[in-house]
């Protein structure tokens, strides 16, 4: 009897564990495969991080940042080596590099273009050893490329004279056009005259602002160009347009754009067609900028305020629109000298 209640309880635990073995669900296999890997970031451009530190470090105006982004960007396009490893030799050949290839109006890079560029590779490569980022200067060595001597650009004064005499044709925009010729006779570049707002005249001078290289400064007026900037804005006022001090001082006054901005091909054409009327070659805005150099050297004022009255900081840049003025200032005193001469005999 003892035995046969131990078999029973026995055969009773057995069948309770079959029964949990039936309620436990099916066992869920799971293949694994190869795991899953991250793939490692591209290396950082560290050359491009490079130039933007330069770019933002350094003050330099919008038009000039571009330039000098444009410029270390194709020479970075076409080096293909990091800084550290850029050579004089590297920097040689790509002056020969740029001095083959084409500009956009046909034949070669001028000069001054190449120039440019070398220029700045040299201030770039000066950054990056101050900086500690490169052992040595790759563009020590390397010299600008020779340019040849440049034909006068400043107007005789019965040329100068002659764009004025043609303003008499301008009909309606007289007033406005001798404003602008006045303006640029103080040699303001003609994008700086589209620039100008009413605010940035004082009555007394003009406040250049965003110039081309940085060359930023107040320009003083002679009388007569004050007397016709003021007559101009009058006129703007009683013909209703806009003298807020953030309104565009000079505005077009064709058909399809009255009163907006006059911009820089505006002012081109407009010294063209006076030129055209006066029967004038090769004359453009810029040569009145070279005139108003010449005319300073010429009235004797020192090459240091000469330079800051048309916002030129570099000799060597400044000798180009002074040149004609010493050559001139040259033969005046030779002639001076031996007409004192030919008369004391």
Known sequence: ?????????????????????????????????????????PPADLNWQRVEEFLRVRELATNTKKAYERQLQQFSDWVQKPWQQITHRDIDRYKQYLKGLPSKRGGSLSPATINQSINSLKSYFKWLTVKDYIPRNPTLTIEQ????????????????????????????????????LQVLSHGLRAGEVSKLNTEDYDGRRLDVLDAKWGSDGKVPLKPEAIAALDAYLGWKMRQGFSIAPDAPIFISLSNNSKGQRLGY?????????????SELEGVHPHRLRH???TALVMAGMDTMLAKRMVRISSDRVFARYSDRALDLKMEEAFNEIYGQARKME
Not at 2 to 22: D, E, N, P
Request: proline letters at 12%; aromatic letters at 8%.
């Open 1 to 41: 009897m003892h035995y046969a209640a131990l078999l029973l309880a026995l055969v009773s635990k057995i069948g309770t564990a079959f029964s949990m073995l039936r309620e436990m669900p099916a066992p869920k296999f799971i293949e694994i495969g190869q795991p899953v890997v991250t793939p490692p970031a």
């Open 145 to 180: 490329v020779k340019e040849p001597p440049m034909p006068p650009k400043d107007l005789p004064q019965p040329e100068f004279d002659a764009l004025f005499d043609a303003l008499s044709y301008r009909g309606e925009s007289e007033v406005r056009d001798l404003a602008i």
């Open 265 to 277: 091909r505006g002012v081109y054409d407009l010294i063209k067609d006076l030129a055209k009327v």
């Open 291 to 293: 005139t108003c150099a």
